[in-house]
């Protein structure tokens, strides 16, 4: 079985996040790169289900030059080989065009199983992998709980409101997980090591044959119009309790819309 | 406050000493320590009680057991990243650094060096796993700083031994697999691989103690213990062998004391900052800025120290009194630093809900133990003057 895992950089969860004020685009210089969090759950079941079943783990990225460091990671956790798609053209692109660039990169490749993160903590978006599968014309399984692959068959349990459904398709399929579905490894020292060997494939938007104008922050339909700092912290409002303490926490909480 | 406060390391740039390797390594551990030892470390301390098999078995997933030796599922690091995983375990606690320096340092390193081949291939996977867990027996009670006047004994008993005598302070102790051993014989002091089920093997707990809480620490007894003719480590006879394994565990400290120092550097800085007296932080003060700025310089400099030791050991021309530099200036600046961030943090600084004065504590006996001050004192004033004043 062939597995691809995306993984993204994405500013270390705990730095404060900063616009820059020339492109409003993310700064992503101000604070250090890590692998975004629901990405590693992805790896760890990429690597689960090839464990299982036998085949290989491809890790793919999609950013700057220090994304190399994210490939690396997922790579001396025990994926085989890397896809690093980098390009500057590629700056700024939002979720279509990232989703365009990465199924680009993905077509072709007869991969059984492409698994993602469901969502990154800088975007938010939880969209590209539903993206991905549409662009690249397979079926989606998305907010996966639990995964089971029983030959050609997925079949996921997709977290709901109300609990989860269970939603079998047969490959080649997306999955996205979400962090209740396992717990990631730490890369072994021996894999650290490892990982140095391991192939990685460096490529721009011209080894895609995808024209610059489909990607990019000129292409995406979604643009920052403006943004301003957040406003500071409100003081606190104290209820005082005669009586009415319930009532007037309850008129509180409708007023700022909590019920 | 204008500018973001920088880390004491910041200001030495010590991240440009380190390969993308070697940080990789270190943010694994900082990683494995943020989540699983910082949570319940204190917990463990006031309970003075370790999980120490579960742990063994983590650390041995990661790589940690023995990760500086070759071969035989160890990880087979070089000595500076195995220095920083050292310096972030014990910036964890210096007791689970000491479970992982026995493990890898003391016991595996004593089978790597002077095992014979069937010894190493029956030992060093299971530990290098974290299945297995050992401990070192050297001290005794009445032999610290002068091991070779150690009482414990083995005598040849047709091809077996019969291992008799007493150990003092030994981490892992009662909860080891095997322990190494050394006794005098008839042809000097030998180690001896003792599985620690053998009948007049016991171990004792030792109680009490207001330091390493979260470690297991030892009496192992030796009533006619028979040992096989085999369990003789036939690569060295006399002193040579445990000293060269504590040198070993030593390198380890040099980097460990800067760990636990850090994390309590890291504690008051951040207390300090938050803590308002008379309507501005205690950082905005003159003498604290003062206890912070040579706090951090000492710890620059041990922390640059620890890395050029490394190298050398890595370039193999590391020699024990320099090993001894490294330990002496490092316990010392570690335990100077736990003293004044305990004094920062006034009554909070005596809490175990600050990691400052269990680090404190920890390191009264990180001081005593792998050569007290006073042995490594005397070491380099023999270096320097050719004259050993302790013998």
Redesign the interface.
């Known amino acids: 079985m062939k597995v691809a895992v995306c993984v993204k950089q994405v500013p270390d969860t705990w730095a404060e996040k900063r616009l820059r004020a020339e492109d409003s685009l993310l700064d992503r210089e101000s604070a250090d790169g890590v692998m975004n969090e629901l990405d590693e759950y992805a790896v760890e079941q990429a690597l689960q289900i090839v464990e299982a079943a036998g085949g290989e783990v491809v890790v793919v990225s999609m950013g700057p030059e220090r994304a190399a ?1 994210t490939v ?2 997922a790579l ?1 956790m025990g994926a085989d080989s890397g896809i690093h798609v980098v390009d500057d053209a590629l700056r700024g692109s939002d979720a279509i065009a990232t989703a365009t660039a990465l199924a680009a990169a993905l077509k072709g490749r007869d991969f059984d199983l492409i698994v993602f993160g469901s969502e990154s903590t800088d975007a938010r978006m939880s969209v590209v992998p539903a993206m991905v599968a549409e662009i690249l014309g397979i079926a989606q399984l998305t907010f996966a709980q639990k995964v089971l692959v029983d030959g050609s068959a997925v079949t996921i349990e997709r977290v709901t409101d109300y609990g989860f459904d269970t939603v079998t398709a047969s490959t080649p399929a997306v999955i996205s997980v979400v962090e209740k579905i396992n717990e990631p ?6 894999g ?2 490892a990982a ?1 060997k391991k192939p990685v494939e460096t490529i721009g938007l011209a080894e895609l044959s995808l024209d610059p104008g489909v990607v990019g922050s000129r292409a995406s339909w979604s643009v920052v119009a403006d943004f301003s700092a957040r406003p500071a912290k409100a003081a606190g409002v104290v209820v005082s309790d005669a009586g009415d303490g319930g009532v007037k926490i309850a008129d509180f909480l409708a007023e700022q819309k909590f019920i | 406050m204008s500018k973001s406060p920088q880390h004491p390391f910041a200001l030495y740039n010590i991240d440009s000493l380190l390969s993308e390797e070697e940080k990789a390594i270190r943010d694994v551990v900082r990683t494995f320590v943020d989540s699983t030892i910082r949570p319940n470390v204190a917990e463990w301390f006031e309970k003075g009680h370790l999980p120490a098999r579960d742990l063994a078995k983590e650390c041995g997933a990661l790589g940690l057991m023995g990760m500086h030796l070759e071969g035989y599922g160890c990880a087979g690091m070089s000595a500076v990243p195995y220095g920083l995983a050292d310096l972030e375990l014990e910036a964890g606690d210096s007791g689970i650094r000491s479970m992982v320096s026995v493990q890898g340092s003391l016991a595996m390193y004593a089978i790597h060096a002077f095992g014979s081949e069937e010894q190493k291939n029956a030992w060093l996977p299971g530990m290098a796993a974290g299945d297995l867990i050992g401990c070192f027996g050297l001290t005794e009670a009445d032999y610290g700083s002068n091991p070779s006047g150690m009482r414990s004994s083995a005598k040849r008993d047709g091809d077996d031994w019969l291992l008799n005598g007493s150990k003092m302070w030994i981490t892992n102790g009662t909860i080891a697999d095997l322990a190494i051993v050394w006794a005098q014989t008839d042809d000097g002091i030998r180690g001896f691989i003792v599985p620690t089920d053998l009948p007049g093997f016991t171990a004792n707990d030792v109680k009490h103690k207001m330091s390493l809480r979260a470690s297991v620490t030892a009496e192992l007894v030796f009533d006619n213990v028979r040992l096989p003719a085999d369990a003789v480590l036939p690569g060295v006879v006399g002193l040579r062998g445990p000293l060269s394994c504590l040198n070993e565990a030593r390198f380890g400290i040099i980097f460990g004391t800067v760990g636990a120092g850090r994390d309590c550097l890291e504690t008051a800085i951040d207390y300090a900052i938050d803590r308002e007296q008379f309507g501005k932080p205690i950082a905005a003060y003159q003498l604290t800025q003062r206890k912070l700025a040579d706090m951090s310089v000492d710890l620059g400099n041990a922390m640059l120290l620890a890395i050029h030791l490394g190298r050398l050991k890595e370039a193999g021309t590391l020699r024990p009194e320099q090993v001894s530099v490294g330990k002496m200036n490092n316990a010392r600046i570690a335990l100077e630093i736990a003293r004044e961030t305990r004094g920062i943090l006034g009554g909070n600084g005596i809490t175990l809900e600050y990691p400052i004065i269990r680090h404190m504590n920890n390191l009264e006996s990180v001081y005593t133990y792998e050569g007290t001050n006073e042995m490594h004192t005397l070491v380099i004033g023999e270096a320097l003057t050719g004259i050993a004043a302790f013998r």
């Not at chain 1, 490894?185 to 021996?190: D, I």
Request: charged share 45%; glycine share 0%.
């Open positions: 460091e690396r990671k001396s490894r730490y890369p072994s020292f021996k650290i090591m140095k």
